[in-house]
């Protein structure tokens, strides 16, 4: 017999047990269900709505259960529909009676509501940690290539000078304002739903800071509608993780551009690599291009989720039940796209040599020489507009402005002489963008310093 069968005469359709069991994806959060449920009989007990000594024994109990759970001795069950009705049946077959007063004061409302909340803590916690070991990885990789001079690009165009190191970081800052959300989001959640019943709360004198201090909380949740009926912190996780998704999207892309024959800029280990069933000289960056592709299966949990809030009246509905396959599956596949994407960027090899072909052919100095003709005093217009022409001549002779003729310079403008040389190498280029950002190698290693430093700060604060 169901838990909450006593208003029912008839059984419930075996289809409907099966659409509305949550068992088979909700049994995760036992961990959670057990220790929540133990802190709320403790909390039963000290203010004498139970018996102190049927509320020690239903702590024991649970404890017991929970070590079960964790060596794989327990088997839930469809019949009891969800993690919470297991647990409390299981319960109150090991100890009888006293099980039954588990569930005083508390709602499957609250219930459902605090496990969900502890489980995506922790989940962002372990979240937040992959991040970093990302960006610490990105780190690595740029102290070794802070003179690595590749071309930035704008519309996939070569644009400017930059480097190996200068790149990446960019990602790494992407990937700590991930982190920064993902730690927003939890500092967000961490009220504590219990007690607030259904919806209403309860006529028991229980202590509701006594549980949410308990079990980490920095405090009860302020009312008792919101309480039970509030799922921003999953839309909010949700969107966090979309966004990383995102980010971690662009870097596929770009890894799958530079391991291309065209490219050559790197060259993925073969362990991060797969090959062809056909072609034997294929090496496929199957891993990013999965990454890559599982980022529209975490929008799409994120489309699931909202879609299922937009239109619920206060306070708990069913429909919220849909809530936890969704987010589940959102925080599984960035974990596992996390725990796959670190080590393939770590094993990556770094082609410099294709880095520096590519920084020579593409005119990328081109800036820095109209600079050129800007400091010895002409309008930057004028200065575009010359190297404009320069750059037209070399490719229509098949040149670069490093091999063009100082007569072809002064038959542009008269301002131009031998030092162009040395201003427009792309060396001296790199080293003269000091600005702040910007992408000389003294000014990279201080931004890796700096994320180091914030590395380690969460490191010591975790």
Not at 247 to 257: K, P
Not at 317 to 337: G, H, Y
Not at 403 to 425: E, G, K, M
Request: glycine fraction near 8%.
């Amino acid at each position: 017999m169901k838990l909450w069968a006593g208003r029912f005469e008839k059984n419930t359709d075996r289809l409907v047990d099966k659409l509305n069991a949550s068992i088979a994806y909700d049994q995760r959060m036992y961990r959670e269900d057990i220790t929540g449920s133990m802190a709320h009989a403790a909390m039963l007990g000290a203010q004498g709505i139970i018996p102190r000594s049927e509320a020690d024994l239903i702590v024991k109990a649970l404890g017991e259960i929970l070590e079960d759970c964790e060596a794989g001795k327990v088997q839930f069950s469809e019949e009891h529909e969800d993690i919470h009705m297991n647990i409390e049946v299981l319960l109150t077959q090991r100890i009888g009676d006293a099980g039954k007063r588990l569930h005083t004061a508390r709602s499957r409302n609250d219930q459902v509501a605090v496990d969900l909340k502890m489980y995506l803590r922790r989940e962002i916690d372990a979240l937040q940690e992959k991040v970093r070991a990302l960006i610490a990885a990105i780190c690595r990789k740029a102290s070794d290539h802070l003179e690595s001079i590749m071309p930035g690009y704008t519309h996939l165009q070569r644009a400017q000078p930059s480097t190996f190191a200068h790149y990446t970081m960019a990602y790494a800052e992407m990937l700590r304002r991930d982190a920064g959300r993902l730690a927003d989001c939890r500092a967000r959640l961490n009220l504590c739903p219990l007690g607030s019943g259904a919806m209403g709360g309860t006529t028991y004198p229980i202590d509701r800071a006594r549980t949410a201090a308990a079990l980490g909380f920095d405090g009860p949740t302020e009312n008792s509608i919101d309480g039970v009926s509030d799922r921003d912190y999953v839309l909010e996780l949700a969107s966090a993780l979309s966004i990383l998704m995102m980010h971690l999207s662009r870097f596929s892309e770009e890894i799958i551009l530079w391991a291309s024959y065209e490219f050559g800029f790197v060259s993925l280990d073969d362990a991060y690599a797969t090959g062809s069933s056909i072609m034997p000289q294929k090496k496929n960056p199957d891993i990013a291009e999965l990454v890559r592709g599982k980022t529209g299966r975490v929008y799409g949990d994120l489309m699931g989720l909202l879609t299922v809030m937009k239109g619920l009246p206060l306070a708990y509905n069913k429909d919220m039940q849909e809530d936890k396959e969704a987010i589940f599956d959102a925080v599984d596949t960035v974990s596992l796209c996390l725990d796959v994407f670190t080590p393939m960027y770590g094993t990556m090899t770094v082609c410099t040599g294709r880095l520096r072909r590519a920084a020579a052919e593409g005119f990328i100095n081109a800036t820095d020489c109209a600079d050129y003709l800007v400091k010895k005093g002409m309008p930057f217009r004028d200065a575009y507009t010359c190297v404009g022409r320069l750059v037209r001549s070399c490719i229509e002779t098949g040149q670069t402005l490093e091999t063009l003729p100082l007569a072809a310079y002064r038959a542009v403008s008269d301002v131009f002489d031998q030092d162009v040389y040395d201003a427009i190498d792309l060396m001296t280029c790199l080293q003269g963008r000091t600005v702040p950002g910007g992408p000389a190698p003294e000014t990279v290693r201080a931004h890796i310093s700096r994320v180091e430093a914030w590395l380690s700060e969460k490191e010591t604060t975790t």
